[in-house]
């Protein structure tokens, strides 16, 4: 599998639809690298380009990778390994383009995406061809039409069974995550033996 994950701070709308730099928030990080160890995503890209942002961000790495918090949970450690911090999304491509020897096809996800999306069985048909695949996701209130232009593709939003469409990035993250990598059997097993997750 050859899949990474970027979660874009700029550019990013905020509600009246203009362009902003969006704030980069702790739980984010924590739960999306959680969820992208889980389904094997090769790296978690955090983007912004603001340095007093990145060097937070570098902070709390540091103490989760190599302080304190690394001795004492060392699964969390293991999932912050797979950030890297970068100001664009172009540094985040060239990133991939370097550890696989070619840039990857981009795939935009957004709770409002419409007109020519592709469903989770055709997206997971692209990612078993083995071929580096960025999947975005945007915070604020979603991706700028200038990163929805530089998509490959874009993924047909995550529908429930009511109306209300407001997940949280890192709940959609987690959603998307599992209908695109997750086993397709429901005879999961469970190490347990009580078939917990």
């Not at 103490?63 to 999304?89: F, M, N, Q």
């Not at 096809?105 to 409002?112: D, F, K, W």
């Not at 007109?115 to 991706?143: C, K, M, V």
């Not at 939003?157 to 959603?175: C, E, Q």
């Amino acid at each position: 599998m050859n899949v990474h994950v970027a979660l874009l701070h700029y550019p990013v709308y905020n509600r009246e639809r203009q362009v902003i730099v969006s704030a980069i928030t702790n739980l984010d990080i924590h739960d999306i690298a959680r969820a992208a160890l889980t389904y094997g995503v090769r790296r978690f890209f955090i983007v912004t380009p603001l340095e007093d942002q990145r060097q937070l961000v570098q902070r709390l790495l540091t103490h989760w990778r190599d302080g304190h918090g690394a001795r004492c949970h060392p699964e969390r450690k293991a999932a912050l390994r797979l950030v890297t911090l970068t100001a664009s999304l172009n540094e985040a491509v060239a990133s991939i383009k370097d550890l696989c020897g070619r840039p990857p096809e981009l795939m935009a996800t957004g709770a409002s995406l419409a007109g020519l999306t592709l469903s989770y069985s055709q997206a997971r048909e692209r990612i078993g061809r083995g071929d580096p695949l960025l999947l975005l996701f945007g915070t604020g209130w979603g991706l700028s039409e200038e990163v929805l232009g530089m998509a490959d593709y874009l993924l047909a939003p995550v529908y429930g069974f009511a109306d209300y469409n407001h997940l949280s990035v890192r709940s959609a993250v987690a959603i998307i995550l599992d209908r695109l990598l997750g086993r397709r059997d429901d005879r999961q097993h469970s190490s347990r033996g009580d078939g917990g997750q």
